[in-house]
Structure formats: structure tokens, C-alpha cells
């Protein structure tokens, strides 16, 4: 069979290859999932690529990769072959699973695209086992959308951080709320873990401190009818990626001198030749009719 073909980035729907922010975003999520997800029967809600639940096969005991798009369940199905990975075609608020048939349910990105939000975590309570556990993310409105006076046209429903809690605790009594962005900075932290974590911002003679993540664009809630794990205070490394981003960008603008260089000497060889000579008085005669007479 053929490898499957790649998804076509959208602009919202993650898929490998995007760099930046984007891929920081969502790969941090994951790796954050992962922590969670050794031995586990594991629920990927909106699964789209299929990416990330492939990366949860590696430790789980078992993946199902949910998404409401054909396209993208056929693509995982091709692209992400695993014995413990299956991908099915579902809709968030009527999942094709039985009751208490899941350990871990993770949905990330999934909430702001749909208004069907109590009918989506009642579905996520009914497949969870009681002490089933629950990780979802999706963006504060605050900081994502307001501040920015930016409009996503892909999300239908934003949430503020205080509407995302009341909802996360409506159906489930017990959960941590956490908060998400991409930063430029400097990180200070214990070798050996462990410590509160706290963000610094300024310009160096004003610097404000914050509990947590200041202003975060997304926000994230492990949540459970039962006791819920601690995430610990996480950064993912973007380094090497930056690094390969950056040096292909330079492999791209040394082909594009190098092109630049043959095209001036092919234009040299022209411009040299007996015949551009020869014909450059019928050029000037031709330029001037069309200006002239408009021929």
C-alpha cells in the first residue's frame, strides 16, 4: 500500500511538519499526556493527524483515536500502523465506545470548535472508568482572542478561564486547572525537580511576578470523578527544532544565491553576445513606437 498522503495544513488543524509556536503548542500537550498515559486504555478526542495519538501507542496500553473528520481517520488508519492504535470516526457529543471502557481521555483543541460542550463531557464522563482521568486543553478567550482583537474563524465557541472551570467541574468534582503559551525567555529551575513555579515579565527596571503561567493563551484541566495526578511544571525544549527550522532556511537562501549567480552570469553571456549588440538599435526603435504609437 501506498504511505498515506500528507494532510494539507489549514491553518488550524496541526500536522507534522508545522514548525514554530504551533508545533511547540501542541507537541507539549502531548508529551504532557504521555506522563499519564503508560499502561493506560487511552481515549484521543479529535484526534485529526493522528500524531498524537501514535505518540500515546508508544506507552499506553491501548489508543483509540476519535475524530468527527472521515479525511483525517482514513489518514491515521494508513499513516500510524500500530497492534495497540485504532482510529473511528466519531462525534464528541455521541462517542462510539461503551460505558467505563476508558482510563485516560485526552481532548485537546477540540472544545472551541463546536457549541456541544456539556454534551461532550457528559460523553467523556460515560466512557471514563470512576477513576478514570480526564486532560483537555483549549484557549482562554482573554488572551487568545480579546486582548489581541483577534477572531479565529475555525472556533465557534471560546471559553474564559472561569466558564472552562465551571464547566470541567460540573461533571467532574475533582480537577487542576492549568495554563498555557508560547514564551521568549530565560527558565531557572531545580535539576532535581520539584519547587513552585513563577513567571517573571519586564523590561528589566519594572519586573512584575506571577503565580503559575502569566497570561496564558490556553488553558489546560486534569480532571476525574476520582483523585486527580499533579502535572509538574513543564517546559518543552524548542531548541532543536528552531535549530533545524533555522538551518534550513539558510540552505534555502544559499540555493537562492547560488540561483541569483547563475542567472547574472547567464544575463552576462547575453548581454556579451554579438547578436544583443547587433540588435540593440531595433530594441531602442521598438521601445520608442510602443510609447509613441502604443504598437
Given at each position: 500500500m501506498h504511505p498515506a498522503a500528507d494532510l494539507p495544513w489549514t491553518g488550524?488543524?496541526?500536522v507534522p511538519g508545522v514548525t514554530g509556536d504551533t508545533?511547540?503548542?501542541h507537541a507539549h500537550r502531548y508529551a504532557l499526556a504521555q506522563l499519564l498515559a503508560p499502561g493506560k486504555r487511552v481515549l484521543d478526542l479529535g484526534s485529526g493527524e493522528g500524531y498524537g495519538s501514535h505518540m500515546l501507542a508508544r506507552v499506553a496500553a491501548s489508543v483509540i483515536g476519535v475524530d468527527v473528520s472521515e479525511e483525517a481517520v482514513n489518514h491515521?488508519?494508513?499513516?500510524?500502523?500500530?497492534?495497540n492504535l485504532e482510529f473511528q470516526i466519531g462525534d464528541c457529543a455521541a462517542?462510539?465506545?461503551?460505558?467505563?471502557?476508558?482510563?485516560?481521555?485526552?481532548c485537546f483543541e477540540t472544545l472551541e470548535h463546536h457549541s456541544s460542550h456539556e454534551a461532550m463531557l457528559a460523553e467523556l464522563r460515560r466512557v471514563l472508568t470512576p477513576n478514570g482521568v480526564l486532560l483537555v486543553s483549549t484557549p482562554d478567550r482573554k488572551y487568545y482572542s480579546d486582548q489581541r482583537g483577534y477572531a479565529n474563524p475555525f472556533h465557534v465557541r471560546e471559553l474564559y478561564a472561569d466558564e472552562f472551570r465551571r464547566l470541567i467541574l460540573n461533571f467532574f468534582p475533582h480537577a487542576a486547572f492549568y495554563g498555557q503559551r508560547v514564551v521568549y525567555g530565560?527558565?531557572?529551575?531545580?535539576?532535581?525537580g520539584g519547587g513552585d513555579f513563577v513567571s517573571f515579565s519586564g523590561d528589566g527596571t519594572d519586573v512584575s511576578q506571577f503565580g503559575g503561567v502569566a497570561a496564558p493563551f490556553y488553558l489546560l484541566s486534569v480532571a476525574s470523578a476520582a483523585s486527580v495526578p499533579t502535572l509538574p511544571a513543564s517546559l518543552f525544549d524548542g531548541s532543536q527544532a528552531s535549530q533545524r527550522e533555522a538551518e534550513a532556511l539558510l540552505k534555502e537562501l544559499a540555493e537562492a544565491k547560488d540561483q541569483l549567480a547563475r542567472t547574472r552570469l547567464q544575463l552576462d553571456s547575453v548581454y556579451a553576445s554579438i547578436y544583443w549588440r547587433l540588435t540593440y538599435p531595433l530594441r531602442l526603435l521598438r521601445k520608442g513606437l510602443k510609447r509613441a504609437f502604443g504598437i
Open positions: 488550524e488543524r496541526f508545533f511547540l503548542e491515521a488508519r494508513d499513516k500510524y500502523r500500530l497492534e462517542l462510539p465506545l461503551p460505558d467505563s471502557s476508558v482510563d485516560l481521555a485526552v530565560s527558565v531557572a529551575a531545580s535539576f532535581s
